[in-house]
């Protein structure tokens, strides 16, 4: 008999009704407003320099004069003064903190952040609840690939341990030794959820094939698919996930997460947006130039400001990612906020007037027999572009003529963005330009080389 858990894991703050929210996060912001003025030595610089104090914010509308903070700031501020946190720690190094760990890099050198024992207590409530609402449950067992170095690590640990989950975090680099050790785990103990980004879930999936194991059956006892995990999660990755590993794309969540903020959010079963969770994060979009507040469904910065930590609490956190929002209470029966992420500014293209991101391009070319994830666009001249220029690793075992193909992604980008496409095919993903372990989506061929 299948055992019939509760929906949510704390429904009296998931389900807490909108009004009742915003009285509580203005509560908080008020509060970690106060404590950063009097205990960051950066942001009590900022308040200063910016001629703003926590006095004169009584509303979320007076909230607009804070100014915004970036990463560059932090880590200007750290080669100026030689503080490994910028500035931002607010609590005695001896005293109070018990982990310190570091942001991936993704724009530039890593950030560092740390946790006091009660900022981890709470964080990990954060992580129990989306985790729950994902579909993990007591007596689940999980294999991950994890990056012991990251922020979220020990969030994730405490995460399970609390819910009762058996759980094997190993090294998560797509390395072959590694991968094969991880296939060795799976066969032993037939996982339930399998989690990580989409890279590490593809290299389990080679060594499957490298060393003669059916990767469907070793996924026979997988209920869900964890993933993402700094990748946006398109149709087709989700396509693909379901191809290989048998588990339908309804139970392939996403889930992700910013390392300076402490904040991490995930999918529901609607699959209609990323939740947040409002009584810890306040979340906004705001212009990526004026910084205004825009209206909800909008594009533009997601912002984030950390409600409860106190070792490395930030303040107005611009994210670098556009997206939008929505606070309209989810099919699920939450009420805190959805987030849809659309991707890094820096990589977004301009195309007859008209801003598109890669996860567009990659939703939009999902249908097209052949067309897969892994592709880079070209911008081969200043903005505005006439035409998507675009070089794709192709499935050829779904594509039976490449000029079919070709005019096939050109008559679907015509009709997705009204631009045609030129594709060139490469033969291999390792033909495609990479940063780190993911493929450049975007190269600027007008910038000297």
């Given at each position: 008999?299948?055992k019939k858990?509760?929906k949510?894991?704390?429904?009296?703050?998931?389900?807490?009704?909108?009004?009742?929210l915003k009285?509580?996060?203005?509560?908080k912001?008020?509060?970690?407003?106060?404590?950063?003025y009097?205990?960051?030595?950066?942001?009590n610089k900022?308040?200063?320099?910016?001629?703003?104090s926590?006095?004169?914010i009584?509303?979320?509308?007076d909230?607009d004069?804070?100014?915004?903070?970036?990463?560059?700031?932090?880590?200007?501020?750290?080669?100026k003064?030689?503080?490994?946190f910028?500035?931002?720690?607010?609590?005695?190094?001896?005293?109070?903190?018990?982990?310190?760990?570091?942001?991936t890099?993704?724009?530039?050198l890593?950030?560092?952040?740390?946790?006091t024992r009660e900022d981890l207590?709470?964080?990990?409530?954060?992580?129990?609840?989306?985790k729950?609402?994902?579909g993990?449950?007591?007596?689940?067992?999980?294999?991950g690939?994890?990056?012991r170095w990251?922020?979220?690590?020990?969030?994730?640990f405490?995460?399970?341990?609390?819910?009762?989950?058996?759980?094997v975090g190993?090294?998560?680099?797509?390395?072959?030794?590694?991968?094969?050790?991880?296939?060795?785990?799976?066969k032993?103990?037939?996982?339930?959820?399998?989690?990580?980004?989409?890279?590490y879930?593809?290299?389990l999936?080679?060594a499957a094939?490298?060393?003669?194991?059916?990767?469907?059956?070793?996924?026979?006892n997988?209920r869900i698919?964890?993933?993402?995990?700094?990748?946006?999660?398109?149709k087709?990755?989700?396509?693909k996930?379901?191809?290989?590993t048998?588990?339908p794309?309804?139970?392939?969540?996403d889930f992700?997460?910013?390392?300076d903020?402490?904040?991490y959010?995930?999918?529901c079963e609607?699959?209609?947006?990323?939740?947040?969770?409002?009584?810890?994060?306040l979340?906004?979009?705001?212009d990526?130039?004026?910084?205004?507040?825009?209206?909800e469904?909008?594009?533009?910065e997601?912002?984030?400001?950390?409600?409860?930590?106190k070792?490395t609490?930030?303040i107005?956190?611009?994210?670098?990612?556009i997206?939008?929002?929505?606070?309209?209470?989810?099919?699920?029966?939450?009420?805190?906020?959805?987030v849809?992420?659309?991707g890094r500014?820096?990589?977004?293209?301009?195309i007859?007037?008209?801003?598109?991101?890669?996860?567009?391009?990659?939703?939009?070319?999902?249908?097209?027999?052949?067309f897969?994830?892994?592709?880079?666009?070209?911008?081969y001249?200043?903005f505005?572009l006439?035409k998507?220029?675009?070089?794709?690793?192709?499935?050829?075992?779904?594509?039976?003529d490449?000029?079919?193909?070709?005019?096939?992604?050109?008559?679907?980008?015509?009709?997705?963005?009204?631009?045609?496409?030129?594709?060139?095919?490469a033969?291999?993903i390792?033909?495609?330009?990479f940063?780190?372990?993911?493929?450049?989506?975007?190269?600027?061929?007008t910038?000297?080389?």
């Open positions: 008999m299948v858990w509760k949510f894991w704390n429904e009296e703050i998931e389900t807490m009704p909108k009004d009742e009285n509580l996060q203005l509560k912001l008020l509060a970690q407003l106060d404590y950063v009097h205990y960051s030595k950066f942001y900022k308040f200063r320099e910016a001629g703003v926590p006095d004169d009584k509303s979320f509308s909230f004069k804070v100014p915004m903070t970036y990463k560059d700031e932090i880590r200007a501020e750290r080669d003064t030689g503080d490994p910028g500035g931002t720690l607010c609590t005695p190094l001896s005293d109070e903190i018990i982990t310190i760990h570091a942001s890099g993704t724009t530039g890593p950030t560092i952040f740390a946790y207590t709470v964080a990990s409530e954060q992580e129990i609840r989306l729950w609402m994902r993990w449950r007591p007596g689940d067992f999980a294999i690939g994890a990056f990251h922020g979220y690590i020990p969030i994730h405490l995460g399970v341990d609390r819910i009762g989950i058996k759980s190993d090294c998560g680099y797509p390395l072959p030794n590694i991968m094969d050790k991880h296939i060795q785990i799976m032993t103990f037939k996982p339930t959820i399998l989690a990580g980004p989409t890279l879930i593809y290299a999936v080679e094939k490298r060393l003669g194991e059916d990767f469907k059956k070793l996924c026979e997988v698919i964890d993933t993402g995990y700094g990748d946006i999660v398109t087709t990755v989700k396509r996930l379901e191809d290989e048998g588990i794309v309804d139970r392939v969540y992700g997460g910013i390392a903020p402490l904040w959010f995930g999918d609607m699959h209609a947006g990323l939740h947040s969770c409002d009584d810890l994060f979340v906004e979009i705001r990526p130039r004026t910084h205004e507040p825009v209206a469904g909008e594009r533009g997601i912002v984030v400001t950390n409600l409860f930590a070792a609490p930030v107005k956190w611009g994210a670098e990612d997206g939008f929002i929505s606070t309209e209470k989810c099919g699920c029966g939450r009420t805190h906020t959805r849809t992420f659309l500014e820096a990589f977004a293209v301009n007859k007037g008209k801003v598109i991101f890669p996860s567009e391009v990659e939703n939009a070319l999902a249908d097209v027999p052949g897969t994830e892994w592709f880079t666009i070209y911008k001249k200043p505005p006439d998507l220029k675009i070089k794709i690793a192709v499935d050829f075992t779904k594509v039976k490449e000029n079919e193909f070709k005019k096939a992604i050109s008559e679907k980008a015509m009709e997705s963005f009204g631009a045609e496409a030129e594709v060139e095919i033969k291999s390792s033909e495609l330009p940063l780190g372990h993911k493929v450049q989506k975007l190269v600027d061929l910038k000297k080389t």
